[in-house]
């Protein structure tokens, strides 16, 4: 940039020189460097305080990584070409389902055993009353001859021996009548156990199907918004679960293109929302497209600290971290089918020192202009 200048400046001494015939001698020649140099310093720290330029700059996008809900065995993949474009709920790939189709009929068969069983409660309850009044009357019963031997035996009409056998009938059948009614409150528990008006049994039942339902269409695996996925290196045959940190591919959904740039420190005071803003991609020479600052990022990544027992050095600060500033483009270039993450040169353009803020714009150009021009080798 600074050689781009004193080009400028030289080409307008020249011209200076020849138009109005000026001598080449000591103080002239001296006095048009000096002009330059001062010239050039002036401009370059006035524009670069208040018309930040930096070359890192870049397409950011966020990616999708498809972990299948369920564990199993790859048995179909969608061939689909790199970069193709996918539709929201599209097969990306199947996991073998016969483990996961069986758990759906074994839990249907406990369902309809859970539903058969709630609708003959209401009987076992009946039972339970009827076993319990017999219970009763066998108690009773057994309490009045206990009584009647108890007399005979003042009178020697039975022996100690009877009267102690109906007594131990008794309290067996007391005992029975205690157990029916145990087994009658249970059965009315059973029976008025509901949940949203549905018996807890098998509304439980119904949620493990659900649930072994839900397993079992998941392992069709499908795209989750409008996109594409990017380097398709699945294959049939291969082990796909559900550990988050092994996605079996990397799906790329629509989204608005947004660029991030990381400027110097210097320039934070200058940089705020709303700014105008261009961007120059070395894919796209001789074009510069308009932006503008959508915000600047609250946090510097490089003084992150996380409770790790680590003792942080010197070098955690020796670092000359940038701060990240989010760019958005005020005009569409979808035509140029520019692939995600590519890079460009940024300049931001303040209310300060507006008059400088052309030159900036005349450098960048420059600079888009100067992307025909490379080697390869």
């Given at each position: 940039m600074e050689l781009m200048i004193l080009?400028?400046?030289?080409?307008?001494?020249?011209?200076?020189?020849?138009?109005?015939k000026i001598p080449l001698n000591k103080w002239s020649v001296p006095t048009a460097i000096l002009g330059g140099v001062v010239l050039m310093v002036s401009m370059l720290l006035f524009m670069n305080y208040n018309h930040p330029h930096t070359k890192l700059a870049t397409q950011y996008y966020v990616s999708t990584p498809i972990v299948p809900q369920v564990r199993g065995r790859?048995?179909?993949v969608n061939q689909f070409a790199p970069n193709q474009r996918i539709k929201k709920g599209e097969m990306l790939f199947r996991i073998d389902p016969t483990p996961y189709q069986a758990e759906v009929d074994a839990k249907k068969a406990e369902l309809a055993d859970a539903i058969q069983a709630a609708t003959t409660l209401q009987l076992d309850v009946n039972a339970a009353?009827?076993?319990?009044?017999?219970a009763k009357l066998t108690m009773l019963q057994k309490q009045r001859e206990a009584e009647r031997y108890k007399k005979l035996v003042a009178t020697q009409g039975v022996s100690q021996l009877e009267a102690e056998i109906k007594t131990r009938e008794a309290l067996s059948a007391k005992a029975t009548y205690e157990t029916r009614i145990a087994e009658l409150e249970k059965t009315e528990k059973l029976l008025n156990s509901n949940i949203n008006g549905e018996n807890t049994t098998v509304a439980a039942k119904r949620a493990a199907l659900e649930r072994a339902e839900f397993d079992l269409a998941s392992t069709t695996v499908r795209a989750p918004s409008d996109g594409y996925v990017s380097q398709p290196f699945l294959q049939e045959g291969m082990m796909a679960g559900r550990l988050a940190i092994r996605p079996v591919m990397t799906f790329i959904g629509e989204q608005k293109r947004q660029f991030i740039a990381a400027f110097r420190q210097n320039s934070l005071l200058r940089l705020k929302p709303g700014d105008e803003a261009e961007l120059a991609f070395p894919?796209?020479?001789g074009k510069v497209f308009p932006a503008k600052v959508k915000g600047i990022l609250p946090a510097i990544g490089e003084s992150e600290v996380q409770a790790n027992g680590t003792t942080y050095t010197r070098k955690f600060i020796d670092e000359q971290a940038m701060p990240l500033v989010v760019l958005e483009l005020t005009e569409d270039m979808d035509e140029y089918q520019l692939p995600f993450g590519a890079t460009a040169e940024a300049a931001v353009y303040t209310e300060h020192a507006h008059h400088l803020a052309m030159m900036r714009k005349i450098l960048l150009r420059m600079n888009s202009w100067k992307n025909y021009l490379y080697l390869d080798h």
């Open positions: 080009i400028i400046y030289a080409s307008l001494c020249v011209g200076i020189f020849k138009l109005f790859v048995i179909e009353k009827a076993r319990l009044e017999e894919a796209i020479p």
